[in-house]
């Protein structure tokens, strides 16, 4: 059962480790050590007093909280952290309405920024300094968030098997020569149905249905398992292919046991679609909330967020690309390989989500 408790706006606690995507919501207060240097007294008195910003964040990496921390090093503005999943974050900001001490959101996929937007959660961004950072692809059309980090969805066989002839789509994945090959995650994922979205939006509910048939034909198994599973069964040979996020297999590769490092060693990559759409690609991303007490200092979070230099340590945490294009990308995140990515605007993916789930259930992808 989710744990939920009383928003501290006041609190002092230190912060706390994080673990991965599916970690209970916590709340810490990202407090930063004295400020050394030769900062002006009156420079660090105002930085003394330079008050709070309260983040709601289902992103739950320690590299995260070493970015807030030096956030407050900067501004001296006090970051405190709500963590939750995506869903449950948008339904409590729904909840407190006016009330809601949230001033930003930070979520992980395009089709839950798209259900913070349906739901009422953000108000539009106007500055642009960070605007004019981000791709027209990668914010909401009516500027009501922006991405932050971008990965792609892409296929993945076993090297020692070989790359399969002609597989270059995500089309030929619905072929017959792929029956019994493939595994996936189920119908429910969010990455699943924001990948269905972008097809439902190039070419209409009827072509997605006609593809996800097709895979649903070539199943190894019942969809089960999430990315890193699916891959580490790709590595052992109990599934021939898959589709997953470029952040997992990398991080596979980073990884200190050396036992994940032996999958991504046996893991082969394929970008699809590079000679029509481009690549599928997700993101996570940050929107301002309604009702901020805090719209400074919020705002002053957002650009920190969207700057090059912090971009970089933001994707290089959780081994993604960086949203901002002149941003350093992680090692790990270029030895994947070059791609062209769609270019399709993200939000597509929300406002397809509805028929998204219409096509996977007629498809009998459970």
Known sequence: ?????????????????????????????????????????????????????????????????????????ETGIKVNLLEGESDQLIQRMVNEAEFSPADVLITVDAGRLWRGVDRGVFQPLEDQSILNRIPEHFKNPDNYWVALTKRARVIVYNKEDGAPEGLTEYADLADPAYEGEICMRTSTNIYNLS????????????????????????????????????????????????????????????????????????????????????????????????YTKNKENALALIEFLTRPDIQHEFSSGNNEYPAVADAETAPQVIALGDFVADDLNVSELGRNQAAAVRVLDRAGWN
């Open 195 to 290: 990948l269905i979205a972008s097809f439902v939006s190039r070419q209409g509910e009827e072509g997605a249905e006609e593809w996800a048939r097709g895979v649903v034909s070539n199943f190894a198994r019942s969809p089960q398992g999430n990315d890193i599973s699916i891959l580490k069964s790709i590595a052992a040979g109990e599934c021939g292919l898959t589709v997953a996020n470029t952040y997992y297999i990398a991080r596979l590769g980073v990884s200190e046991n050396e036992a994940d490092r032996e999958v991504y060693n046996k893991l082969g990559i394929i970008f699809p679609n590079q000679e029509t759409t481009g690549t599928h690609v997700n993101v996570s991303g940050i929107g301002l909330a309604k």
């Open 1 to 73: 059962m989710t744990r939920f408790t009383t928003f501290a706006i006041a609190a002092s606690v230190l912060l706390a480790s994080c673990g991965g995507e599916s970690s209970p919501p916590a709340e810490t207060s990202a407090e930063a050590p004295a400020s050394s240097g030769s900062t002006s007294a009156a420079t660090e008195a105002k930085k003394q007093n330079a008050g709070v910003v309260n983040v709601y964040s289902a992103r739950h990496y320690d590299s995260d909280l070493a970015l807030y921390k030096q956030f407050t090093e």
